[in-house]
């Protein structure tokens, strides 16, 4: 599969590496160069000589999105550290570029449900955090 | 338009200004403002006018009480949260009006991708005023009305055009454009089919988008660039 990831924060870069390293296409957008150091770290080697893609760039940049390659795209991760980002991004690629799956990371739990009604598949890691809290809790008193 | 209920994301000179005058003129509004020095700042003028918060945050817009809001305006400095507040206020709450603030013109494509209208870009503005003071296309958008399919455009009707020396009824306009003033020596009139259009005559069509290139050959003729 050709996954996009935007935002290669400790999230992006290590579910791209990950993909990378399961044998898919896999192209990185971050604004920030640094970014690009974190994924040679994290996978042992250099990124591009493993055969990874990265462009530096915005996420609201179409230029960007075009070359790192979204219209090709097949899975698309929205993981930089704005919700709003995320959101925005994650619906261009959703109806402009009509990528067939596209994932937002959204840290706000109520606008995560909200935006997944609207069909757009949301990942809420504090919704996640909250339940897990709440279940470890609960049990300790049990 | 008397007694709207108001709110407006981001109290920076924009938002400021525009709830001044809004409440001078007996509107309600709430501010938002997520920066708490700026806050403090507006509030001691607008006072219980300015609520302290994050509008892209739902509990925020609710506890400003977006439900009963006429109309959400959203004038932050940043495009991503203003197309976001305007998505959830027209989606989720269901409010009538928006009108939303770009602040790169090059986020504008985004806003209506994802049917954020009016959006509103003050580098758009300013480049067609310059345009209105200096037609130097030929052409000038006077108003778009995206949603109805019309739109109004200014041409200055050059020496060389078809439609120069015509009658209105001569000219060959496409279906869908209609001549509705001429601007000659300073003073405007609205047309009859007899009238002869002049070359240096100012003349407003109204036209149904996507026939401003016909329109242009007609009333500016081929040297012409024909785009607003």
């Known amino acids: ?142 | 338009m008397a007694g709207l209920y108001v709110i407006i994301a981001g109290a920076g000179k924009v938002g400021w200004n525009l709830a001044r005058e809004l409440l001078e003129k007996g509107h309600e509004v709430t501010v938002l403002e997520q920066d708490r020095r700026r806050y403090l700042t507006v509030e001691q003028e607008l006072e219980h006018a300015v609520q302290y918060g994050d509008a892209t945050e739902l509990w925020v817009l609710e506890r400003a009480g977006i439900q009963r809001a006429d109309l959400v305006v959203a004038v932050t400095g940043d495009d991503e949260d203003n197309l976001l507040i305007c998505q959830v206020a027209k989606e989720k709450y269901l409010c009538e009006r928006i009108i939303a603030r770009v602040n790169n013109p090059r986020n504008l494509e985004h806003f209506k991708l994802l049917g954020i209208q009016p959006a509103v870009s003050a580098t758009d503005l300013i480049l067609r005023l310059i345009e209105h003071e200096v037609p130097r296309y030929g052409l000038v958008h006077l108003l778009d009305l995206p949603e109805e399919r019309l739109e109004i455009i200014e041409l200055v009707v050059s020496d060389e055009a078809p439609a120069a020396g015509s009658p209105i009824a001569e000219i060959s306009l496409p279906e869908g454009a209609l001549i509705i003033s001429v601007l000659r020596d300073g003073s405007g009139f609205v047309p009859t089919a007899d009238t002869v259009v002049e070359a240096g005559d100012e003349v407003l069509v109204v036209l149904d988008p996507g026939l401003e290139e016909d329109i242009t050959a007609q009333f500016v003729g081929d040297s012409a660039d024909g785009r607003g």
């Open chain 1, 1 to 142: 599969m050709f996954v996009l990831v935007v935002g290669a924060g400790r999230v992006g870069s290590s579910v791209a590496t990950t993909a990378l390293r399961a044998g898919h296409t896999v192209s990185v957008i971050d604004e920030d160069p640094l970014s690009h150091e974190r994924l040679d770290v994290e996978l042992g080697k250099g990124w591009e000589e493993a055969g990874g893609r990265f462009t530096i760039g915005t996420a609201l940049e179409m230029d960007a999105l075009v070359e790192a390659g979204i219209e090709q795209a097949q899975v698309f991760i929205a993981s930089t550290n704005g919700d709003n980002t995320n959101l925005v991004v994650s619906q261009i690629a959703q109806r402009r570029f009509e990528v067939p799956r596209v994932i937002a990371r959204v840290l706000d739990p109520r606008r995560a449900a909200w935006y997944r009604e609207q069909g757009l598949q949301t990942i809420c890691p504090t919704q996640i955090a909250i339940d897990q809290l709440e279940r470890a809790a609960l049990a300790e008193s049990g």
